[in-house]
């Protein structure tokens, strides 16, 4: 995986579902030394989260030995957010659209939605050892969609 930038807190996580919570441990940690409100703080956590659970059940196949990286940086306004795994990678362009009739049923395949919604750019590259990086920023100037002043 590429190196996270100098001075962001990165954690290194083994694949298991309960890391989540101390991923979210962290971003409140990470959110109170910003000044970022609990609102804010819990749309950012929704796709942390889903960005997170991703990484473990797809990327990493709930394989205990691959890590999944999180790192918290960005400067200024930004909140910056990166999440990678060690696995086979994914295209993201074969990702079906939530909101097309015949998936509104499906019980998942919702996740890269919410993050989308929730942040303010999402990129995904490769890893320079294989695997999936997800790049998400979060504008702190702007509130979410829908939620509180534009």
Known sequence: MTEPEQG??????????ENIELVQAALGHVCRLRGIDGEMEHWIGMALREAVANAIRH???LDPQKRVLVSFGGDGDVLELTVGDEGDGFD????????????QMKTSGRGIFYIRT?????SFSRGEKGGTILTMKK???TRIAGKGEQ
Do not use: C
């Not at 962001?8 to 579902?17: G, I, M, P, Q």
């Not at 993201?92 to 998936?103: C, F, M, Q, T, V």
């Open 118 to 122: 929730f942040m303010d750019e999402v």
């Open 59 to 61: 990327g990493n196949r």
């Open 92 to 103: 993201p362009g074969r990702i079906s659209d939530p909101l097309a009739p015949e998936n």
């Open 139 to 141: 504008d702190l100037k």
């Open 8 to 17: 962001a807190v990165v954690l290194w996580l083994s694949s298991r579902y």
